[in-house]
């Protein structure tokens, strides 16, 4: 018996998820990075920023099943399995920070392992409907993804996990160490795939660009989430100007409806 849902497959399709996390810690070994976080992933865009050493890498990894973790993760009200098997199943997936293709392998073939879980019949056509979302990638189908530029190989990331029609899409840096130009193109991409039904999560330094698709933001520092609201306004928000341009707190203050959140000194 196949675990997905026999629906008409297009980029994101009518599959909104809806991530509650309450009291999440995790971490490696017995150094803890995360401590006690409280966030809600909507439909939409939601980003999480944060400098270096933040935790955001971790939270994803924990999110995904990578990384043991503690405390309860909802998905549209349901527990959230332990394993990144079951996950998956679920409808959650993971572009990792690092791309993480197989690069002696052609790009059909690193899209069809997205997809491998699903019919031959139906990885056809989830490719198919891949190339149309992603034309660029249909021109270099039969390339090997090793051979390609950061930002192409990015894009063959990104279309992967959306072959197996996640719910839930997370995004690890997918900017890093990219052109601009890409950068934009990649952010459009984002954009597009939570406006097409899929959720997504992503996390980034590139504060403006990211902020600019986004829908709503947090700020991490040291594990912890520190400021949360609109991302309108947390461009403007005074504890992204701390974070990231070292602006004086007594000379800022947060506009309304942005959420600052108190960072506990660890014990």
Known sequence: MMWFEPTPFVLGGARHAHLKVNGLSA???????????????????????????????????????????????????????????????????LVAEGRQLFPQMTVTENLELGGWLVSKAERVRRLEHAFEDFPKLRERAHQLAGTMSGGEQQMVAVARAMMSAPRLLMLDEPSLGLAPKMVDELMTIARRIADSGTTVLMV????????????????????????????????RSSVVREAYLGADK???????????????VPA
């Open 27 to 93: 971490g490696y070994g017995p150094f803890m990075v995360l401590r006690d976080l409280r966030l809600e992933v909507r439909p939409g865009l939601t980003v999480v920023l944060g400098p270096n050493g933040a935790g955001k890498t971790t939270l994803l990894k924990a999110l995904s099943g990578l990384i043991p973790r503690r405390g309860e993760v909802l998905l549209n009200e349901s527990l959230l399995p332990t394993k990144t098997n079951e996950i998956v199943q679920r409808g959650m997936a």
């Open 204 to 235: 980034e330094q590139n504060v403006k660009k990211a902020l600019a698709v986004a829908d709503r933001g947090y700020v991490m520092e040291r594990g912890v989430l520190v400021a949360s609201g609109p991302a309108k306004l947390l461009a």
């Open 250 to 264: 007594k000379d800022t203050k947060p506009p309304a409806n942005v959420q600052r959140r108190p960072v506990p």
